[in-house]
């Protein structure tokens, strides 16, 4: 059982990890969120649910274990950081990085939806990330989104271990989840070369060389 207890609650930091990545890579760094942006990757759940396993006979674990697990039956002491969810969380890394080095190299011109600043307050940044990738913010995007959804959707978390994937709805939610997901990968790939044509036209020949340069546009060697 101690044995047992010490694997659920290693749990805990890869979850305290993941949400706060979740934090960085959807709150845009220099506004405030839109109430679509707030949403989080729920860590309490999870972490409530580690902590009820570790002491099943508490009352208020026995609680939280009633509300969280799915009344057919689920095995909340087998939470545990598995290779997927460790995998989930190694992308969710890189994806951070990779968003938080977009952000201090654009600065203030960084923003969620595409725009420019006034004539002659916008520049063209080549710097840091941008020296590798044109796009280096989106590449964050989607190494988050592929690895959160490990993180969610694969054995050892909440969602399988509590039980819930017997839920038909559940079963609902997780494939609205996949498909949404692939949805706005499929927008961010999209919007690339649109991001790519307007700082064109905006900046000319500055832009053909850092293209010319830099080939890639979200991963090097690949696309």
């Known amino acids: 059982m101690d044995v047992i207890a010490s694997t659920t609650l290693r749990r805990v930091p890869l979850t305290m990890f993941v949400a706060q990545c979740s934090h960085v890579c959807t709150t845009p760094p220099f506004s405030e969120p839109n109430a679509e942006e707030r949403a989080r990757y729920d860590a309490f759940v999870e972490i409530a649910l580690a902590f009820a396993a570790h002491t099943p006979s508490h009352p208020t674990s026995r609680t939280v274990l009633h509300a969280l697990v799915f009344p057919s039956g689920g095995t ?84 399988v271990e509590g039980g819930w994937l017997q839920s038909p709805f559940i079963k609902w939610v997780t494939a609205l989840w996949i498909v949404t997901s692939a949805v706005v990968t499929g927008m961010v790939v999209r919007r690339a070369p649109l991001e790519d044509k307007v700082l064109k036209e905006e900046f000319g020949e500055a832009w053909s060389h850092w293209a010319t340069r830099v080939r890639w546009r979200i991963i090097p060697g690949f696309w």
Not at 88 to 96: D, E, Q
Not at 110 to 137: C, D, I, M, N, Q
């Open 76 to 159: 909340p002491g087998a939470l545990r950081v598995t290779p997927p969810a460790a995998i989930g969380a190694a992308l969710v890394a890189i994806g951070t990085v990779l968003r938080l080095t977009s952000y201090s190299a654009l600065g203030p011109l960084f923003t969620f939806e595409l725009s420019l600043k006034p004539a002659g307050k916008h520049k063209l940044v080549t710097t840091g990330p941008y020296a590798y990738v044109r796009h280096p913010s989106y590449a964050g995007a989607i190494f988050f989104a592929v690895g959160i959804t490990l993180c969610l959707f694969s054995p050892g978390g909440w969602i």
